[in-house]
């Protein structure tokens, strides 16, 4: 790998670290509703705050149940432990192939001519 694949693999490491850590998501609780139309059960979502702001910012979650705060905070943890998985990882990665530098040029071939005199030895 080496400069311009380096520098891809940061970015798109850079981009799923970043909705990994600092996008809300909907977490699934253990609670199950009819919907008005049709028929069968649909688990319940609540909308979780992104992991930085659960963790570091100590943001807590719309929601009169312990258990569904406890939910977001441990499924906080889980995209926080993802993304600086990733981070490490890809980090490792592009900054190897940034380091590397360009391609290097390939040496040039010798003429085939030359290379059939040579396999055929003195006559």
């Known amino acids: 790998m080496y400069r311009t694949g380096g ?8 981009l799923i670290v970043y909705f990994a850590a600092f996008t ?21 979502k609540i909308e979780c705050p992104d992991a930085w702001s659960a963790l570091a910012a100590g943001e807590r979650v719309d929601s009169h149940l312990r258990t569904d705060r406890d939910q977001c ?24 192939g940034v380091l590397r530098g360009p391609a290097p040029s390939p040496l040039p ?12 030895g003195p006559s």
């Open 24 to 44: 809300p998501f909907d977490e699934p609780v253990r609670r199950w509703t009819r919907p008005d139309e049709g028929s069968g059960f649909v688990q319940i």
């Open 7 to 14: 520098l891809f693999v940061l970015a798109v490491g850079a």
């Open 109 to 120: 071939l010798r003429p085939l001519s030359e290379m059939i005199r040579r396999r055929a």
């Open 73 to 96: 905070l441990r499924a906080a943890r889980t995209h926080a432990t993802g993304a600086l998985f990733v981070a490490g990882v890809i980090g490792l990665v592009g900054v190897r």
